[in-house]
């Protein structure tokens, strides 16, 4: 049996992730100390197939996980004698490939006799800006906002959260890329709202904002997505002209407000030092600028991960994985790929 560390100790974690279409493999120093950080990206590989092809991913991750995970080792100086766990996200993600992610971690754990730790890949989001930011202070509000997503949360110190509240219907992202597709923007939907956005009034139309006003944390979109394209049959039946930005921005904008009202009422109800952003559409400039302007008035500062830790990477995986070592939330190697693991 192992001895397990305690917080005045350095602790090393091998972390790898491999949910989707990045092999990676990264070596965490107490969390937030990034010895390495190796990311082997297909991308290149799916691109003729315009999307990425789960059998095709898990076989290339397959071919990618050892060379990555040693690559890892090296770059950070050290060898699996010094490590004291081995991390690997267990989902949300395609199964194939977590799966060979998380058979290579267990399978090095019990070689070496340390502890394994399966990790959510959506809190590794998260974590990624404190790993990026590290002059971060609790207690923090964080708004995670993806394509799958949109939960508030509340973290008392770094590695101890609590859900808020969150969507009860459509993920912020997943209503932006639906209006886009409506109107015939492109796809993903939030930068190509974004793009089109910035030259159209935000005012022009004045769409619901369901749940602003609501004395909770939730979130519903589905009501801004319906009126939108109501508005747009509407228009349609008249055989009126429609301003497709002025439609964005005025979207966006219904989207940006309740996103802040939510925020601003955490921040006004609990002690908050920091407020930090995750998710692809925290990208949205027009939200970050409102926000920050916002929180000034709270003598808040706003935080969102660099680019390099916003996409795919272990290192994140590291990170959330050092705070469960240090509560000792060990996983047992029975532990399974869930490609649907949710958050909230
Ligand atoms: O976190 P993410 O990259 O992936 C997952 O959801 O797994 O988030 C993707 C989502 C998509 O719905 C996309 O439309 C949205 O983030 N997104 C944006 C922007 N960039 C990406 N939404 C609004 N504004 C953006 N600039
Ligand atoms: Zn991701």
């Given amino acids: 049996m192992y001895r397990k ?15 989707c279409d990045e092999t990676s493999a990264s070596v965490v120093k107490n969390g937030l100390e990034v010895l390495s950080n190796v990311v082997a990206s297909q991308v290149e590989l799916h691109r003729k197939y315009g999307g990425v092809v789960p059998e095709i991913a898990s076989r290339k991750h397959l071919e990618l996980i050892n060379p990555v995970i040693e690559e890892a080792l090296l770059e950070a100086g050290i060898g699996f004698a010094d ?3 081995v991390a690997a996200t267990y989902g949300p993600g395609l199964v194939g490939g977590l799966l060979v992610g998380l058979s290579a971690a267990k399978a090095l754990a019990y070689v070496l006799d340390i502890p394994f730790i399966g990790v959510n890949h959506i809190t590794g989001h998260i974590y990624s800006n404190f790993i990026s930011n590290k002059e971060i202070k609790a207690p923090v509000v964080c708004l995670t906002i993806s394509g799958g997503h949109t939960v508030l949360l509340y973290f008392e110190k770094l590695g101890d959260y609590r859900i808020l509240g969150g969507t009860k219907d459509d993920a912020a992202g997943e209503a932006f890329d639906k209006i886009a597709r409506v109107l015939g923007i492109g796809y993903p939907g939030g ?13 022009a139309v004045d769409f619901p ?8 944390y939730d979130f519903s979109f589905s009501g801004l997505k319906t009126a939108v394209i109501n508005y747009l049959h509407n228009r349609q039946q008249r055989g009126e002209e429609v ?5 964005a921005a005025s979207f966006q904008q219904a989207v940006i407000d309740i996103l802040i009202a939510k ?5 006004e109800n609990n002690p908050v030092n920091s407020v930090i952003l995750s998710g692809g559409v925290s990208a949205n400039s027009a939200l970050k600028s409102q926000l920050a302007e916002k929180l000034k008035g709270y003598n808040l500062p706003l935080y969102t991960p660099e680019l390099s830790l916003c996409t795919d990477n272990a290192a994140m995986i590291g990170s959330v994985a050092y705070f469960k070592y240090l509560k000792g939330e060990f996983s047992p190697l029975s532990l399974s790929a869930r490609a649907n ?3 909230y």
């Fill in 243 to 247: 301003n497709i930005a002025d439609v």
């Fill in 83 to 85: 490590l004291d766990a």
């Fill in 341 to 343: 693991l949710k958050l």
């Fill in 5 to 19: 560390k305690s917080s005045e100790e350095d602790i090393l974690i091998l972390a790898v992730e491999t949910s």
């Fill in 209 to 216: 904002r369901p749940l602003i006003n609501e004395e909770n």
């Fill in 263 to 267: 925020i601003i009422r955490a921040v």
């Fill in 191 to 203: 930068p190509a709202i974004e793009k089109i956005s910035k030259s159209g009034n935000p005012a």
